[in-house]
């Protein structure tokens, strides 16, 4: 069974940062692309980030690029998102999810980031 | 960057009704849209893939249709354990979520 376990999130000041970590299981990690998705509170969902399963590709959401770095350790198989430069803005409920390919088929259950002073 | 415009943003329907939800995407994306469910409290789950394949496990009243710009989410008998935010997401080009449908019962 597939599963994704973020942790690292919790209350940060406006400019602070914050590195999630996501560890995965039930699949062989390393094959996989995967990928940050966020979710403010009462809000919709917004793709932050994605690499690719060997790292070579890394794509961020223009609202991130920057301030953020999506990074994986394949023989960990943890998936991390390292939050730099952090708004207000940026307090969301923080998603690892993996593709089909293509859909996000898989997801963890979140892990919450609060920026505020 | 693709826009996906989502409708209706709220829906109140009755135990048994069909229910369709659509999503209008800015420019073409063939057939790379997605459907998924969020309950209250979780984590949104993968319903429809690719316009029209129905994900694992998945009971075969969701179904999805559409083609270039415009796509549909169908139930064809609501039940109540539908209840739930719904929302679209396309992956031509980057990745876009539409803004959501909370489907509630009558």
């Known amino acids: 069974e597939v599963q994704l376990v973020e942790s690292g999130g919790g209350l940060v000041q406006p400019g602070r940062s914050l590195k999630l970590s996501c560890l995965a299981s039930?699949?062989?990690?390393?094959?996989?692309?995967m990928n940050w998705i966020r979710q403010a509170p009462g809000k919709g969902l917004e793709w932050v980030a994605s690499?690719?399963?060997?790292?070579?590709?890394?794509y961020y959401a223009d609202t991130v690029k920057g301030r953020f770095t999506i990074s994986r350790d394949n023989a960990k198989n943890t998936l991390y998102l390292q939050m730099t430069s952090l708004r207000s803005e940026d307090t969301a409920l923080y998603y690892c999810?993996?593709?089909?390919?293509?859909?996000?088929?898989?997801w963890g259950q979140g892990t919450l980031v609060t920026v505020s002073s | 960057d693709i826009q996906m415009t989502q409708s209706p943003s709220f829906l109140s329907a009755s135990v048994g009704d069909r229910v369709t939800i659509n999503c209008k995407a800015s420019?073409?994306?063939?057939?790379?849209l997605d459907w998924y469910q969020q309950k209250l409290g979780e984590a949104p789950k993968l319903l429809i893939y690719?316009?029209?394949s129905l994900h694992t496990g998945i009971p075969s009243r969701f179904s999805g249709s559409g083609s270039g710009t415009d796509f549909t989410l169908t139930i064809s008998s609501l039940q109540p354990e539908d209840v739930a935010t719904y929302f679209c997401?396309?992956?031509?080009?980057?990745?876009?979520f539409g803004s959501g449908t909370k489907l509630e019962i009558k």
């Open positions: 420019q073409n994306i063939n057939k790379y």
């Open positions: 690499i690719s399963s060997s790292s070579s590709y890394i």
């Open positions: 690719n316009t029209n």
């Open positions: 997401l396309q992956h031509n080009s980057g990745s876009t």
């Open positions: 039930g699949f062989t990690f390393s094959n996989y692309g």
């Open positions: 999810a993996r593709r089909l390919p293509g859909a996000f088929a898989y």
